[in-house]
Protein backbone atom coordinates (compact mmCIF):
# COMPACT_ATOMS: atom_id res chain seq x y z
CA UNK A 1 0.00 0.00 0.00
CA UNK A 2 1.31 3.36 -1.06
CA UNK A 3 0.11 5.17 1.55
CA UNK A 4 1.90 3.71 4.01
CA UNK A 5 4.96 4.73 2.10
CA UNK A 6 4.09 8.95 2.33
CA UNK A 7 2.95 8.20 6.47
CA UNK A 8 6.74 7.09 7.02
CA UNK A 9 8.13 9.54 4.90
CA UNK A 10 5.99 12.84 6.82
CA UNK A 11 7.08 11.21 9.32
CA UNK A 12 10.55 10.90 8.56
CA UNK A 13 10.25 14.67 7.29
CA UNK A 14 8.61 16.03 11.02
CA UNK A 15 11.63 13.90 12.61
CA UNK A 16 13.75 15.82 10.37
CA UNK A 17 12.50 19.58 11.64
CA UNK A 18 12.28 18.46 15.32
CA UNK A 19 15.82 17.61 14.97
CA UNK A 20 17.15 20.79 13.08
CA UNK A 21 15.34 22.80 15.82
CA UNK A 22 16.71 20.81 18.97
CA UNK A 23 19.97 21.74 20.36
CA UNK A 24 20.33 17.74 20.77
CA UNK A 25 21.61 15.41 18.51
CA UNK A 26 18.68 12.94 19.07
CA UNK A 27 15.58 12.76 16.55
CA UNK A 28 18.28 11.23 13.61
CA UNK A 29 17.45 7.83 15.26
CA UNK A 30 13.95 7.92 14.29
CA UNK A 31 14.97 9.89 10.78
CA UNK A 32 16.54 6.82 9.95
CA UNK A 33 14.20 4.48 11.29
CA UNK A 34 11.29 6.11 9.45
CA UNK A 35 13.03 6.14 6.36
CA UNK A 36 14.00 2.28 6.92
CA UNK A 37 10.37 1.39 7.70
CA UNK A 38 8.83 3.81 4.61
CA UNK A 39 11.84 1.40 2.43
CA UNK A 40 10.09 -1.77 3.45
CA UNK A 41 6.46 -0.67 3.19
CA UNK A 42 7.27 0.11 -0.78
CA UNK A 43 7.57 -3.79 -0.85
CA UNK A 44 5.06 -4.69 2.06
CA UNK A 45 2.79 -2.21 1.91
CA UNK A 46 0.14 -4.11 4.52
CA UNK A 47 2.91 -5.50 6.79
CA UNK A 48 2.16 -2.78 9.24
CA UNK A 49 3.59 -4.99 12.50
CA UNK A 50 7.03 -5.72 10.28
CA UNK A 51 7.22 -1.98 9.05
CA UNK A 52 6.69 -0.80 12.89
CA UNK A 53 9.32 -3.57 13.69
CA UNK A 54 11.63 -1.88 11.06
CA UNK A 55 11.20 1.34 12.67
CA UNK A 56 11.95 0.49 15.88
CA UNK A 57 14.98 -1.58 15.44
CA UNK A 58 16.53 1.05 13.33
CA UNK A 59 15.87 3.86 15.75
CA UNK A 60 17.41 1.93 19.08
CA UNK A 61 19.88 0.49 17.48
CA UNK A 62 21.18 3.67 16.35
CA UNK A 63 20.83 5.05 19.71
CA UNK A 64 24.49 4.05 20.64
CA UNK A 65 26.13 4.81 17.26
CA UNK A 66 24.63 8.41 17.62
CA UNK A 67 26.02 9.07 21.28
CA UNK A 68 29.28 8.29 20.08
CA UNK A 69 29.20 10.74 17.37
CA UNK A 70 27.46 13.17 19.26
CA UNK A 71 30.66 13.08 22.41
CA UNK A 72 32.70 13.20 19.43
CA UNK A 73 31.77 16.19 17.33
CA UNK A 74 30.29 18.72 20.50
CA UNK A 75 33.61 19.36 22.87
CA UNK A 76 33.56 21.36 25.90
CA UNK A 77 35.05 24.66 26.04
CA UNK A 78 38.81 24.45 27.12
CA UNK A 79 38.44 27.89 27.68
CA UNK A 80 35.98 29.21 30.73
CA UNK A 81 35.06 32.69 30.52
CA UNK A 82 33.33 35.60 32.45
CA UNK A 83 32.86 34.92 36.27
CA UNK A 84 33.25 30.73 36.06
CA UNK A 85 36.85 32.16 35.07
CA UNK A 86 36.91 32.77 38.80
CA UNK A 87 36.46 29.14 40.18
CA UNK A 88 39.99 27.85 41.38
CA UNK A 89 41.92 31.04 41.73
CA UNK A 90 43.31 33.08 45.09
CA UNK A 91 41.66 35.72 46.63
CA UNK A 92 41.92 38.22 49.37
CA UNK A 93 39.28 38.92 52.30
CA UNK A 94 38.02 42.59 52.24
CA UNK A 95 35.69 41.26 54.97
CA UNK A 96 35.56 38.88 57.18
CA UNK A 97 33.18 35.75 56.48
CA UNK A 98 30.88 34.51 58.52
CA UNK A 99 29.26 30.85 57.74
CA UNK A 100 26.05 32.48 58.33
CA UNK A 101 26.00 36.14 56.97
CA UNK A 102 29.09 35.87 54.34
CA UNK A 103 31.85 38.59 53.60
CA UNK A 104 33.27 40.33 51.00
CA UNK A 105 36.89 39.09 48.79
CA UNK A 106 39.34 41.12 46.28
CA UNK A 107 39.78 38.99 43.32
CA UNK A 108 41.43 40.35 40.05
CA UNK A 109 40.68 43.73 41.05
CA UNK A 110 36.92 43.50 41.48
CA UNK A 111 34.72 42.78 45.04
CA UNK A 112 32.82 39.91 45.37
CA UNK A 113 30.10 38.45 48.01
CA UNK A 114 31.47 35.13 49.43
CA UNK A 115 30.59 32.44 51.58
CA UNK A 116 32.41 29.89 53.68
CA UNK A 117 31.53 26.79 55.72
CA UNK A 118 34.23 28.10 57.73
CA UNK A 119 34.78 31.94 59.89
CA UNK A 120 37.47 33.53 57.75
CA UNK A 121 39.41 37.05 58.85
CA UNK A 122 40.32 39.93 56.74
CA UNK A 123 43.39 39.87 55.00
CA UNK A 124 43.56 36.25 54.85
CA UNK A 125 44.26 34.50 52.01
CA UNK A 126 40.99 32.64 49.88
CA UNK A 127 40.61 29.93 47.22
CA UNK A 128 37.63 30.39 45.38
CA UNK A 129 35.73 26.80 45.28
CA UNK A 130 32.50 27.48 43.23
CA UNK A 131 30.27 30.48 41.88
CA UNK A 132 26.87 30.35 42.92
CA UNK A 133 24.72 33.01 41.29
CA UNK A 134 26.69 36.34 41.87
CA UNK A 135 28.21 34.39 45.47
CA UNK A 136 31.56 33.26 45.84
CA UNK A 137 32.24 30.13 47.63
CA UNK A 138 35.64 30.05 49.27
CA UNK A 139 37.75 28.24 51.95
CA UNK A 140 40.94 29.15 53.15
CA UNK A 141 44.32 28.05 51.44
CA UNK A 142 45.51 24.75 52.05
CA UNK A 143 48.83 22.51 51.08
CA UNK A 144 48.00 21.26 47.31
CA UNK A 145 46.32 24.36 46.19
CA UNK A 146 46.90 24.97 42.60
CA UNK A 147 47.66 28.72 42.52
Not at 99 to 112: M, S, T
Amino acid sequence: METMFWVWLVAALLFLILELVSPAFFFICFVAGSIGAALYSLFYGDAYYWQLGIFLILTLGLFPLTRKLAKKITKESPQKSNADALVGKVGIVTKSIDPDLGGQVRVEGEIWLATSDEAIVEGQKIFITALTGAKLHVRTIREGDVI
